[in-house]
């Protein structure tokens, strides 16, 4: 059974930081691509970030460039994603996303709440 596990969020206030992790299980982890996505109150569901299935490259959206880090651990089946410097924007439901673009696979997992607010 495939799964996709995230934590790490809660409450933090503005200029801190939080790291999210995401635990995979069910499918070949190194094999995928692993990207972040944040969807806030009422708004479309955000690209975040992406890292390639070895780990060799990383991308970012804009809004997070400088700020935030994402990077894997394929002996543990893990992704993650640093954040620092969280603005109250970042305020959204963050969502691990697993993709083998190859054969159309995609999974994701069920998301962790990130507030940011004095």
């Known amino acids: 059974q495939v799964q996709l596990v995230e934590s790490g969020g809660g409450l933090v206030q503005p200029g801190g930081s939080l790291r999210l992790s995401c635990a995979a299980s069910?499918?070949?982890?190194?094999?995928?691509?692993m990207r972040w996505y944040r969807q806030a109150p009422g708004k479309e569901r955000e690209f975040i970030a992406v890292i390639t299935s070895g780990g060799g490259r990383t991308n970012y959206a804009d809004s997070v460039k400088g700020r935030f880090t994402i990077f894997r651990d394929n002996a543990k089946n893990t992704v993650y994603l640093q954040m620092n410097s969280l603005k109250p924007e970042d305020t959204a439901v963050y969502y691990c996303?697993?993709?083998?673009?190859?054969?159309?696979?995609?999974?994701w997992g069920q998301g962790t709440q990130v507030t940011v607010s004095s």
């Open positions: 069910g499918f070949t982890f190194s094999m995928y691509h």
């Open positions: 996303n697993a993709v083998l673009i190859e054969a159309g696979y995609e999974y």
